[in-house]
């Protein structure tokens, strides 16, 4: 059964980068996927942050793209975010999901991870 | 982008009825259309892909149909698990983008 697993600091001071790894289990990540970072702001609805393939291709949402990296570590089984420069408004829970080839949708979702930007 | 607009945002459905909730696409996404539900405290969960599609274990009482810019997730007889919020999302194009989401009340 494929599980995903958010790890990271819950807890992230203003300007400083947010970095999250997403652990992939059941499943190997250098199959025929991609793998993607999802927000959802406290009582929000969601927001994609961007998508990254075996292979380490990307595609990120443009309002985000000047701060964000994803990046696959097919050795380790797991795919990891970064976002520079953090605000306030980006305190959300963040999701990593399982995408399917060729139509995107998210088919399997890690529990979340609530990430709060606050001094 | 394309913007993804979904009505009504609060739906209060009993038991047994039929719940219709739409979702509207600022361009054409073809059938590149996603269905998620989510419940307070959890991740969204896959309904249905490709606009009609349902993912491995949804039940048949939730359907979805259209294409272009229309697209409507019916369920058919509202069960007290349906409760909470769906999401659709379309996959046609970067960046990947949702509605903002449909309420459904049990009433």
């Known amino acids: 059964q494929v599980q995903l697993q958010e790890s990271g600091p819950g807890l992230v001071k203003p300007s400083e980068t947010l970095s999250l790894t997403c652990a992939v289990s059941g499943y190997s990540i250098s199959s025929n996927h991609f793998w993607g970072w999802i927000r959802q702001p406290p009582g929000k609805g969601l927001e994609w942050i961007g998508t990254?393939?075996?292979?380490?291709?990307?595609h990120y949402n443009p309002s985000l793209e000047s701060r964000v990296t994803i990046s696959v570590d097919t050795s380790k089984n797991y795919f990891s975010l970064k976002v520079t420069s953090v605000t306030a408004a980006d305190t959300a829970v963040y999701y990593c999901?399982?995408?399917?080839?060729?139509?995107?949708?998210?088919?399997?979702w890690g529990q979340g991870t609530l990430v709060t930007v606050s001094s | 982008e394309i913007v993804m607009t979904q009505s009504p945002a609060t739906l209060s459905v009993s038991p047994g009825e039929r719940a219709t909730l739409s979702c509207r696409a600022s361009q054409s996404v073809s059938r590149n259309l996603t269905w998620y539900q989510q419940k307070p405290g959890q991740a969204p969960r896959l309904l249905i892909s490709g606009a009609s599609t349902r993912a491995t274990g949804i039940p048949a009482r939730f359907s979805g149909s259209g294409s272009g810019t229309e697209f409507t997730l019916t369920i058919s007889s509202l069960q007290s698990e349906d409760f909470g919020i769906y999401y659709c999302?379309?996959?046609?194009?970067?960046?990947?983008?949702f509605g903002g989401g449909t309420k459904v009340e049990i009433k």
């Open positions: 999901a399982r995408q399917e080839y060729g139509s995107e949708s998210a088919d399997c």
């Open positions: 999302q379309q996959d046609i194009t970067w960046p990947l983008t």
């Open positions: 990254v393939s075996r292979t380490g291709n990307t």
